[in-house]
C-alpha cells in the first residue's frame, strides 16, 4: 500500500486537490447554465465519483505487500472493523447531501458566493474539529489565525453577494413587460428571435442585462423573482454538511474514540474512501432519482428513461465525477500524512471556481467598482488563508 508520508508529499496532494475540487464545481454550473436538469448531471456525476474511489484503493491501496498493522484495500474488506466503516460512511452520507444542495445553491448566488460561504463554514467548524481529533498535531498559533481569515472571508463573500445583486437589479430595470415583471419564455419565434419583450437571440455580452436575462430563458433553475435568502440558505446548510465530512473521516482512519476491537488494525485511507464513497453514491441516487419524479425549486418533471438518453453534457458530468472523486482522495492522503486539519486548505477552492466563474459564465462583468473591491479584497483573504492552514501542517506519527 502506498502512503504519503512527507510534509511535501502532503502539500502536493493539498493543491492537487484544490486544483480539482474547484474545477467540478463549474463544470456542474456550465451544464446547468446550458438548460440540463441538475438531477440528470448529479447522477451521471455519482457514478464516476464512485469510480474513482474503486480506482484509488484498486491501485494505491495495492502497492507493495499488505503487513498487520497496515493491510492492503483487499484484505481489509474481510475483517472485523464496522465502527470505523460507519465513521466513513457517515462522513460520505453528510458530503452528499452537501454537494447536491450547492448545485442548487449555485443557481441562486452564483459558483463564486457559494464555495466561499460554504468553505468558510467548513473550515471554521470542521478543522477546529479536527485539530482537536488529531491531537494538536498542528500549530494552533498558525492554524487558527488561518481559519479566522476564512471566516473572514465568508463575511466579505456576502458583501460581495449583495453589492452584485444590486447591480443586477439597476441593469434590468428596463427590461420588463407590460405587466412589470419579465417574461421568462424558453420557446424561439418564427424569425429566430426569443420571445422576451425584444431581447435579440443573439449572444449578448457578459454583464449586461440582455446576457442575464439570456441566461435566464437557458436554464434549467429559473431565478427570477425568487429571493436570494432560498440561495444563501441552501449555502449555509450546505456549509454545516461540509463541516462534518472530514472530521467523520478521521475518526473513521485514527479510531480516535477507540471503538475498534483489540489488534483490530484501523481503517487506511483507501478502504475508509471506499466505503466513503460506497455511501456517498447510495444517497446521491435515492435523492436525485425521487427528485426526477418529485422535482424542488419548481424545476420540470423528469424520469429514470428520459435521463438515460439525455446524452447532452453527459461527458462533462462524468468527468466532474471523476475530478471531484480524486480530488476528495488527494485530499484525504494528505490529511493523514499532515493532519486533517491543514488538509482543510483545500476549502480554498473558491479561488479556482472564482476563476472558472469569471472566464466561464461572466460572473461580475460590467459591476460597480465597489463591488470589484470587495471581490478582490475576498479573493485575497482566501489567498491568505490557504497558505497560513498549509504552514500549519504537523506530522502524524
Known amino acids: 500500500m502506498y502512503v504519503v508520508e512527507s510534509k511535501g508529499g502532503a502539500i502536493a496532494c493539498m493543491l492537487l486537490a484544490l486544483l480539482f475540487l474547484g474545477t467540478w464545481p463549474a463544470i456542474l454550473t456550465l ?12 447522477l451521471d456525476y455519482s457514478i464516476t465519483n464512485l469510480l474513482a ?11 507493495g505487500k499488505s503487513t498487520l498493522e ?27 447531501l452537501g454537494n447536491l444542495s450547492t448545485q442548487y445553491a449555485w443557481a441562486f448566488v452564483g459558483l463564486s458566493v457559494t464555495e466561499v460561504i460554504t468553505a468558510s463554514i467548513t ?14 498535531i498542528n500549530r494552533a498559533e498558525i492554524l487558527f489565525p488561518g481559519v479566522g481569515c476564512f471566516l473572514v472571508a465568508v463575511c466579505l463573500a456576502s458583501a460581495v453577494h449583495s453589492s452584485n445583486a444590486a447591480d443586477n437589479e439597476a441593469k434590468l430595470e428596463g427590461f420588463s413587460s407590460k405587466e412589470g415583471e419579465l417574461e421568462i419564455s424558453t420557446l424561439p419565434s418564427k424569425d429566430g428571435e426569443m420571445e422576451d419583450g425584444g431581447v435579440s437571440s443573439e449572444k449578448a455580452k457578459a454583464g ?12 434549467a433553475i429559473k ?10 440558505s441552501i449555502c449555509f446548510f450546505a456549509g454545516v454538511c461540509f463541516s462534518l465530512f472530514s472530521p467523520a473521516f478521521n475518526l473513521a482512519t485514527n479510531d480516535q474514540w477507540h471503538t475498534l476491537k483489540d489488534g483490530v488494525p484501523h481503517l487506511v485511507v483507501y478502504t475508509a474512501f471506499f466505503y ?4 456517498c453514491f447510495i444517497i446521491a441516487i435515492i435523492l436525485n432519482i425521487t427528485f426526477l419524479y418529485y422535482p424542488v425549486l419548481d424545476l420540470p418533471k423528469s424520469s429514470f428513461k428520459a435521463y438515460m438518453n439525455d ?17 476528495n482522495g488527494l485530499q484525504f492522503m494528505g490529511g493523514q500524512a499532515a493532519g486533517y486539519a491543514a488538509a482543510d486548505a483545500v476549502q480554498a477552492l473558491p479561488l479556482v471556481s472564482t476563476f472558472w466563474g469569471i472566464l466561464l459564465f461572466g460572473e461580475y462583468r460590467k459591476s460597480s467598482k465597489r463591488t470589484y473591491i470587495l471581490l478582490v479584497s475576498m479573493l485575497s483573504m482566501f489567498i491568505v488563508a490557504v497558505a497560513v492552514l498549509m504552514a500549519s501542517a504537523g506530522h502524524r506519527k
Not at 223 to 229: E, H, I, P, W
Request: include cysteine; aromatic fraction near 12%; hydrophobic fraction near 50%.
Open 31 to 42: 451544464l446547468e447554465r446550458r438548460g440540463r436538469l441538475p438531477q440528470h448531471t448529479y
Open 53 to 63: 474511489a474503486i480506482i484509488i484503493a484498486l491501485t494505491f491501496g495495492e502497492i
Open 70 to 96: 497496515m493491510p492492503n484495500f483487499l484484505v481489509q474488506l474481510s475483517q472485523d472493523n464496522w465502527p470505523s466503516v460507519m465513521f466513513a460512511m457517515a462522513g460520505g452520507v453528510v458530503l452528499s
Open 123 to 136: 473550515v471554521v467548524i470542521g478543522t477546529t474539529l479536527n485539530y482537536f481529533l488529531d491531537d494538536r
Open 208 to 219: 449586461t442585462a440582455e446576457f442575464l436575462v439570456q441566461l435566464e430563458k437557458r436554464r
Open 223 to 232: 431565478v427570477f423573482g425568487k429571493s436570494t435568502l432560498i440561495g444563501l
Open 276 to 279: 466513503f464513497s460506497i455511501s
Open 311 to 327: 446524452w447532452n453534457g453527459r461527458g462533462w458530468a462524468l468527468m466532474a465525477g471523476l475530478l471531484c472523486g480524486f480530488g
